[in-house]
């Protein structure tokens, strides 16, 4: 088992920046792909950023790309989003999620879940 805990949201002004981070605790994740997801009101849950157990390959949605950066700390166990540019349209309320090795797009095919943060742009 893998938990996940999620930290770092809150009220920004459009244009500002936010940093969230996902502590993992439970079985070792250095050997687990992390995801960012997000998930608006009324809206499907959406990737953010994904990367692998490396770090060597990542993965940006189109919305986030150039704005968005995400990094993993394995020996703390940790993942972390740096949002810049922040927009409107961000807002939501964002999830880490783990599987092992290979990272994926589909949330479905995450096995673990973060409780969710909740990010709230102003304009």
């Known amino acids: 088992q893998v938990q996940l805990v999620e930290s770092g949201g809150g009220l920004v002004q459009a244009g500002g920046s936010l940093r969230l981070s996902c502590a993992a605790s439970?079985?070792?994740?250095?050997?687990?792909?992390m995801g960012w997801f997000r998930q608006a009101p009324g809206k499907e849950r959406e990737v953010v950023a994904t990367?692998?157990?490396?770090?060597?390959?990542?993965y940006y949605a189109d919305s986030v790309k150039g704005r968005f950066t995400i990094s993993r700390d394995n020996a703390k166990n940790m993942v972390y989003l740096q949002m810049n540019s922040l927009k409107p349209a961000d807002t939501a309320v964002y999830y880490c999620?783990?599987?092992?090795?290979?990272?994926?797009?589909?949330?479905?095919?995450?096995?673990?879940w973060g409780q969710g943060t909740q990010v709230t742009v102003s304009s």
């Open positions: 999620a783990a599987r092992e090795y290979i990272a994926s797009m589909n949330p479905i095919e995450y096995d673990y």
């Open positions: 439970g079985r070792t994740t250095s050997s687990y792909a």
């Open positions: 990367i692998n157990w490396t770090g060597a390959w990542i």
